[in-house]
């Protein structure tokens, strides 16, 4: 009797170790149970730190459009962001000057569907509009503008509308500029709204470092045949990664510097 006691003791003995063990593994042992790897939480972020999994790179990347050679999604670079000193635009009865060519609308333009809800007037042929951009690496880029015409349709090419990247002319074909002012309602319940007109210009040669790339308009014909361009701003889309050059983007521009010339 006293043996199977004794036997009965070690099977007692070994089962609660053996519920032990299971208890230890369920609640993930060491660093490699439910998170799947160590302390630095990369099971936890999908892959990366939380700061990474939030901004889909490090902060820097985020800022600058994310390192292209991942995402190749488009940077957008806006045009009120650069530097305006010297800028001139026709507003019928006067001329704005410096950052007053940023525009916001007007008192009976409701809705502005620029990316950040201001654009720049480029709309004189002694006025030029230059984005200085920065690349991680020698590549190419697909550059498209974001414009408005603010006459009838008017096709934007390299005709009408000169582009140049680190002084090389760029040849396009480009497409059609739109008024893009449409109302929606009647009565007081009218709303009256900008939409704008993505524009490509094709593929660009980008440099390591910095780059400029500028927009200035062309009188081929006419006064009445120039383009009036409301521009946003550019998008580029590229394997390396971009960003505003060393003293860019040039935020202090003053926005309400004036309300319309509509």
């Known amino acids: 009797m006293k043996k199977f006691k004794t036997i009965a003791a070690i099977l007692a003995t070994a089962c609660a170790l053996a519920l032990g063990l299971c208890a230890f593994a369920a609640c993930g042992g060491d660093d490699s149970g439910t998170t799947g790897g160590n302390d630095d939480g990369k099971q936890q972020t ?49 001329t704005y000057s410096d950052d007053e060519v940023i525009n ?51 096709i934007v090419n390299s005709t009408y509308l000169q582009v140049k990247v680190n002084g090389n002319t760029v040849s396009f074909v480009g497409s059609n500029a739109t008024n893009g002012t449409q109302t929606s309602g009647t009565g007081v319940l009218a709303t009256t709204y900008y939409t704008f007109d993505e524009i490509s210009v094709g593929t660009i040669q980008l440099n390591q470092g910095n780059n400029t790339i500028t927009f200035s308009v062309l009188m081929p014909n006419t006064s009445s045949d120039m383009l009036s361009l409301d521009f946003d701003c550019i998008k580029l889309t590229s394997s390396a990664e971009l960003g505003w050059a060393e003293g860019y983007p040039i935020t202090e521009n003053d926005w309400d510097s004036h309300y319309s010339l509509f």
């Open 46 to 94: 999908g892959g990366g730190t939380d700061d990474e999994k939030q901004s889909g790179g490090s902060g820097d990347e985020q800022q600058t459009g994310g390192n292209g050679s991942e995402t190749n999604e488009a940077v957008v670079f806006e045009a009120e962001y650069t530097e305006l000193d010297g800028m001139t635009a026709d507003g019928g009865s006067i």
């Open 104 to 154: 916001s609308g007007s008192k009976s333009i409701t809705q502005i569907y620029a990316s950040s809800g201001y654009y720049v007037l480029l709309n004189v042929t002694s006025a030029t509009l230059t984005f200085n951009i920065t690349a991680s690496e020698a590549t190419t880029a697909d550059l498209s503008i974001v414009v408005r015409n603010e006459g009838s349709t008017h």
